[in-house]
């Protein structure tokens, strides 16, 4: 494993595909998140044809328009949904929890989330909001409080659909285990099983929107850390149940709101990193190696993220300063990525194999470096500049 | 404003910075805004006309956004497009407002295509000389600028607003 900074033969090769696998196969991203058979035939030979080391299970990730158009997502535009046919989806920011309900969500987050978070953010789910407050209907109540929502017609048109679309949701499932097995076969292990959060992206992304959690940082401080406090143990106990139960201990955390410039070294030191290392942390004691996905810049951080346990995760870089990176986690953590989008999208091959060079040099020097795209794959890689990428580095990656 | 804006240049302020003083220069105006409404015709003079806006097939706005105000605290007088704007739109709002300063954001891969494409349009329509191009996202850098034909990309907000005080002081 290069993650415990062994030398290997060569600098591994793990490319993360979102839209390049369809669009290498020559499907749209609308029949990508549409048809399982047809991300299925793509995928595999993105996968074979440029005989990658480690991929990524695409179903999952992708493998979403069934299940968002039935439930009727609020927070998502998709292919032939709001963005055309040939985009990625794309997550549409809001406010989905306001600044007066910090306290529902701290005093009990499963009620939030079933009872208000729920009906706003999934249009078919709305009647859920006619459940009944579950732990204050108990003893004789909860027989005659619970099943009263169940008598409507319109909650019981939303189990319907959720049924609907939980149908579909096992249909992706088990495409993806299928397809596990037959990549283990031909050879090919799977990059992570699991994902996990920084508790304060949790926040942000999902309920506050990047401006509501940056305005928190100011304005309510206290109840914002309440949050985060309250959510790590349940992104954890999550990273880790998907991890045990994928059985693939690698756990992928991509992170959004606290590179440079998105908030102060003082800020990053009391909302960001203290909840994040504690997930790390956590995971490396459970045996699942985590894989930081660190976007935008990051050298600034550094020095700070370099302390966790030697040899016992990955740190995925897009803009970070590779020569800062080497030089301050060298011997401590593995690199990933860092091979920038811009030159696979709209550079030649010879500007591939120029970046390449440099970053075997440079980051490969002594191990301890997996080539990766800087947020993976982009959808729009020429895939002859993915080749050269590729072909490059199983020869010039090679350790003598 | 100007104060954060420098400090934002400087390296003293962040992002969150510059949302949180947002918000008070909001409530400010808030308050103040039925004595400017009886000071109206003095309005102060502006440095010049910006176009921005988020490039076809991407739906982000919150960069976008955080450009457009500090263009529009540094005095700028700013056409906003919105996002998913597709390339005739620009070329549209162009002669309508006489802007000679263009900004195409995007944060996504899918917008490289969408910036060459704004910008061979903005030349097609023969308004290319008329007009300086910038780009600006998390993923731009000088292999996009070169690809999509832009005269220029900027780092962050501050520089976009930099940039844009050259151009116009030098037209």
């Known amino acids: 494993m290069p993650s415990q900074l062994k030398v290997p033969d060569r600098v591994p090769i793990a490319l993360l595909y979102n839209f390049f696998g369809a669009k290498y196969g020559g499907i749209t991203c609308e029949e990508a998140m549409y048809d399982l058979d047809k991300l299925e035939a793509a995928t595999r030979k993105a996968i074979v044809d440029f005989d990658i080391d480690l991929y990524n299970d695409p179903f999952g990730a992708i493998s979403l328009g069934p299940m968002l158009e039935i439930l009727d997502d609020k927070r998502v535009k998709w292919p032939g949904h709001g963005v055309p046919v040939d985009a990625t989806y794309q997550y549409v920011e809001g406010e989905y929890m306001t600044a007066d309900e910090y306290d529902a969500f701290i005093n009990d987050p499963t009620d939030y989330v079933l009872r208000t978070h729920i009906p706003r953010v999934l249009g078919a789910l709305e009647p859920l909001k006619m459940l009944p407050y579950l732990p204050g209907a108990y003893y004789l109540a909860l027989d005659l409080l619970l099943p009263v929502p169940f008598a409507m017609p319109e909650f019981f048109l939303a189990l319907e659909k959720l049924a609907k679309a939980g149908q579909e949701s096992l249909k992706v499932f088990s495409k993806s285990a299928a397809f596990r097995q037959e990549m283990a076969g031909l050879g090919y292990p799977p990059m992570f099983g699991s994902v996990g959060w920084a508790p304060f992206d949790y926040i942000g992304d999902f309920y506050r929107g990047t401006r509501g959690v940056m305005l928190d940082m100011y304005q309510r401080p206290d109840k914002l850390l309440e949050a985060i406090d309250k959510i790590t143990p349940v992104i954890i106990k999550g990273a880790i149940e998907m991890a045990q139960q994928s059985g693939i201990l690698k756990c992928f955390i991509p992170l959004h709101k606290g590179l440079d410039g998105f908030m102060s070294p003082t800020q990053f030191n009391t909302f960001y990193w203290p909840s994040l290392k504690k997930l790390i942390l956590t995971l490396i004691d459970r045996n699942i190696c985590p894989i930081v996905l660190w976007e935008g810049d990051c050298t600034s951080r550094l020095e700070t993220i370099a302390d966790i346990p030697r040899g016992k995760a990955v740190y995925w870089f897009e803009r970070t300063d590779m020569q800062r990176a080497k030089e301050v986690l060298d011997g401590q953590v593995c690199i990933m990525g860092l091979m920038p989008s811009s030159v696979l999208c709209t550079g030649s091959q010879q500007d591939v194999r120029d970046y390449c060079k440099r970053l075997i040099d440079v980051v490969g020097k002594g191990g301890g470096y997996i080539l990766n795209g800087d947020i993976g794959i982009p959808d729009e890689a020429k895939p002859e500049n993915v080749k050269a990428m590729i072909d490059f580095t199983k020869e010039y990656g090679v350790y003598k | ?171």
């Open chain 2, 1 to 171: 404003m100007n104060i954060v804006g420098q400090r934002f240049a400087k390296g003293e302020y962040f992002i969150p910075d510059l949302v949180f003083s947002g918000e008070i220069l909001k409530g400010i105006v808030q308050k103040l805004e039925p004595k400017l409404k009886a000071a109206k015709g003095k309005e102060a003079k502006r440095l010049g006309k910006v176009i921005i806006g988020t490039v076809a097939g991407d739906i982000h706005d919150i960069g976008k956004d955080l450009v457009v105000f500090m263009l529009d605290v540094s005095g700028f007088e700013v056409t906003d497009l919105g996002i998913d704007v597709p390339a005739q739109k620009f070329v549209d709002a162009i002669k309508k407002t006489n802007s000679t300063v263009v900004e195409l954001s995007g944060f996504l891969t899918l917008a490289f295509d969408s910036m060459k494409e704004t910008v061979e349009a903005i030349k097609k329509a023969g308004l290319r000389d008329k007009v300086k191009i910038m780009i600006g996202g998390g993923q731009i850098d000088d292999y996009v600028k070169n690809y999509t034909g832009a005269d220029a990309f900027g780092k962050d907000a501050m520089a976009g607003v930099s940039l844009a005080k050259k151009w116009v002081g030098g037209m």
